[in-house]
Structures are given as structure tokens and as C-alpha cells.
């Protein structure tokens, strides 16, 4: 979703900074050209998001938008969910997006917008999904907060939250067949009867970031009607 975001920028004319921890990530700005730099690092580590701010600070001086969309999932029953996988999900889709907004916001120029990505699942109960949905229901907080915060500031925070979407992800982590079933169920259970494209979450962030422009401690749900009907 932030690589479909951050194309539809540089298409569009402008400069982007992406930042991830894995190989394919960094790779993967080469294919968006010379206005598009990618910087290693994980943003549960003060230490990565303060050499990524200065980074930045040096090459783009100042930022009109910033996608919040750092994240990382993984199923967690009840019963089973150990700390180490607790505070991992927390580490990085709570602690990791506000110290994100924290390091940056100082770039920010006036009438910039912030966008945090959350989830479905800060919406509605799902199985075993306890701990990622709580860390998505704690942004869901941020954005009404951090609003408060930058207003002073001239500058919006909101929220996009995706619902199911082809992300690709899915091929990676299931079996052909479980991955089969597990797609005919979100079907199933979607009002549109479909999964989303990255490329309708990218449009909805830069809408929040750009153009929303008397918008500001908002979620737009992105989920084809899942937790609205």
C-alpha cells in the first residue's frame, strides 16, 4: 500500500522517501526512478527513525504528506499469544507510528496532512486478532489526538483503514489451498464480494494527506462496506 502510494506521487511529479526494514522494500525504489530514495531502518527504533529524519531533513527539507503505513501483522489467540509476540505488534504498529509522527513533525509544513493506517480490526471483533486489533484501535486514538496536538500547526491527521486487500501477501504466508479458502470467506463475508487494491488505499491516503483539506481526526474506512453495513 505505501509502495502503490508512493508511485502515484512520483507520477504525479513529486519527491518521496520510503523507509522499511527488508531488502524488497529498498529494491523496490529503483523502480520508481530518481525522485523516489528509500532508507533502511525499523521504526520501533528510536536510533533508525532519528537518522531517517535526518536524512530527510537533508534531501527534502521539508514534507508536505507523510504515510504512516509501517506495520506488521500475524494471528494471536488468546490463549496462545506469548509477550514476545505481544510487544513486537505494539513495538512497531503503536510505538513505531507515533515516534514516526513525533521525529517528523518538525518538517511538517504548515497545511501538510499525516496519514496512519488502521485496520478493520480496530472496528470489529475478529478471531484471533486481539492484540494487532488493539494496536490498530490505539491509532485510531493517535489521530484524534495528534490532530489536537499539530492543529496549532496548520497541520491534519486522519486515518485510512483498509480492509481486506491484495496485497499479494497471502501467496507468501498460506498454502495455495488455505490461502483459497481463507479469500472465499473474506468474499463472503464483504458486502462488495471482493478484496481491495492497493491502488484504492493509495488513492484514499492522498486524498487524507492532500486534498482533505477541512479534514482532521478522521478514519475513512476502506473495506468495501465491511464495518459500515
Given at each position: 500500500m505505501g509502495f502503490a502510494l508512493a508511485r502515484r506521487l512520483v507520477d504525479g511529479g513529486a519527491r518521496v522517501v520510503i523507509t522499511g526494514r527488508s531488502s524488497a522494500t529498498l529494491d523496490?525504489?529503483?523502480?520508481?526512478?530518481?525522485?523516489?530514495?528509500?532508507?533502511?531502518?525499523?521504526?520501533?527504533?528510536?536510533?533508525d527513525l532519528d537518522a531517517l529524519t535526518d536524512r530527510v531533513s537533508r534531501e527534502l527539507g521539508s514534507v508536505d504528506g507523510l504515510f504512516?503505513?509501517?506495520?506488521?501483522?500475524?494471528?494471536?489467540?488468546?490463549?496462545?499469544?506469548?509477550?514476545?509476540v505481544y510487544d513486537e505488534l505494539f513495538a512497531v504498529n503503536v510505538k513505531g507510528a507515533f515516534f514516526t509522527v513525533q521525529k517528523l513533525?518538525?518538517?511538517?509544513?504548515?497545511?501538510?496532512?499525516?496519514?496512519?493506517?488502521?485496520?478493520?480490526?480496530?472496528?470489529?471483533?475478529?478471531?484471533?486478532?486481539?492484540?494487532?486489533g488493539a494496536g490498530k484501535a490505539a491509532l485510531r486514538s493517535l489521530?484524534?489526538?495528534?490532530?489536537?496536538?499539530l492543529l496549532p500547526r496548520g497541520i491534519r491527521v486522519n486515518a485510512v483503514s483498509p480492509g481486506p486487500i491484495d496485497t499479494g501477501i497471502l501467496e507468501k504466508t498460506m498454502t495455495e489451498e488455505d490461502?483459497?479458502?481463507?479469500?472465499?470467506?473474506?468474499?463472503?463475508?464483504?458486502?462488495?464480494?471482493?478484496?481491495?487494491t492497493v491502488d484504492e488505499v493509495a488513492r484514499a491516503a492522498a486524498f487524507l494527506a492532500f486534498d482533505a483539506t477541512y479534514?482532521?481526526?478522521a478514519e475513512l474506512a476502506v473495506d468495501g462496506g465491511r464495518t459500515q453495513l
Open positions: 523496490a525504489a529503483r523502480d520508481l526512478g530518481g525522485n523516489a530514495l528509500a532508507v533502511r531502518g525499523d521504526v520501533a527504533s528510536l536510533g504512516v503505513n509501517a506495520g506488521i501483522a500475524g494471528a494471536t489467540p488468546f490463549e496462545s499469544t506469548t509477550e514476545e513533525a518538525p518538517l511538517l509544513r504548515a497545511g501538510a496532512g499525516v496519514v496512519l493506517t488502521t485496520s478493520a480490526a480496530n472496528a470489529i471483533g475478529m478471531l484471533d486478532t486481539s492484540v494487532y489521530a484524534r489526538s495528534l490532530s489536537r496536538e490461502a483459497e479458502q481463507f479469500t472465499a470467506q473474506v468474499v463472503a463475508d464483504n458486502p462488495m464480494g471482493r478484496f481491495g479534514t482532521t481526526g
